[in-house]
């Protein structure tokens, strides 16, 4: 898993609730990404980031919000969360140019 | 806007036999083409990858093939093992590579290799 760690692993919620995932990273990449995976869309990116305190949007990043202020933690929140939002979260990293993931989150929004 | 469109959804090969799952796509500014293998449960694992400056490129019994006019590429498993059996997606991407353009992926192809 490249030393990326997420975590919740699983997490069920309701809705209308703040949630906040945590992807963690060992080696000192520069760029993290945040998708989410979906029967029958394949992954989408959400959100992704170059440095500390630099994100920008993805493909579907409405909902969505995210932070870095360090180097190794990539945080994804969902400000109130929703049905639509029941997914399975994958954090990644870039290393020489190649993108690697992490074991992902499985949300559960009622 | 799908810009990676990938068949088979599913496919069925016996043992032994040659897995392909094809790939097109829109966007001429991709110039990175992963693919990636996912086992329930598991998040993707980066299997093999190509650029288009080569038409071909072979790891062990996985193998890509890219054609740049047409816009498309595909994946050869040769031999093809139960141990194949899982979910592969295409993916393409922009500018570096995988880096700050993010991946834009297929909708991926379950496979399965019958003993």
């Known amino acids: 898993d490249a030393g990326i760690t997420q975590s919740p692993r699983h997490k069920v919620t309701e809705t209308g609730t703040p949630v906040t995932l945590r992807c963690h990273q060992t080696e000192n990449h520069r760029y993290m990404y945040w998708y989410r995976q979906d029967p029958g869309h394949g992954l989408r990116l959400i959100h992704y980031?170059?440095?500390?305190?630099?994100?920008d949007k993805g493909e579907v990043s409405d909902g969505y919000s995210v932070s870095r202020s360090k180097t190794e933690d990539f945080l994804l929140t969902l400000e109130s969360a929703t049905s639509s939002q029941t997914s399975v979260y994958f954090c990644?990293?870039?290393?020489?140019?190649?993108?690697?993931f992490g074991p992902g989150t499985r949300l559960t929004v009622l | 806007q799908q810009q990676v469109k990938q068949s088979p959804q599913s496919l069925i090969v016996q043992k032994g036999g040659i897995s392909i799952i094809n790939c097109a796509y829109e966007n001429t500014a991709f110039d990175y083409f992963p693919w990636y293998q996912q086992f329930p449960g598991k998040g993707p694992a980066l299997l093999i990858a190509?650029?288009?400056?080569?038409s071909e490129k072979k790891e062990g019994r996985f193998t890509i093939s890219f054609n740049k006019s047409a816009k498309q590429f595909s994946l050869h498993i040769m031999d093809s093992q139960p141990g194949d059996s899982a979910t592969y997606f295409c993916a393409a991407s922009g500018g570096t590579g995988g880096g700050a353009d993010g991946l834009t992926f297929g909708k991926g192809t379950h496979l399965i290799i019958q003993p």
């Open positions: 990644a990293i870039s290393w020489k140019n190649e993108q690697f």
């Open positions: 980031s170059y440095g500390v305190k630099d994100t």
């Open positions: 190509i650029r288009p400056d080569v």
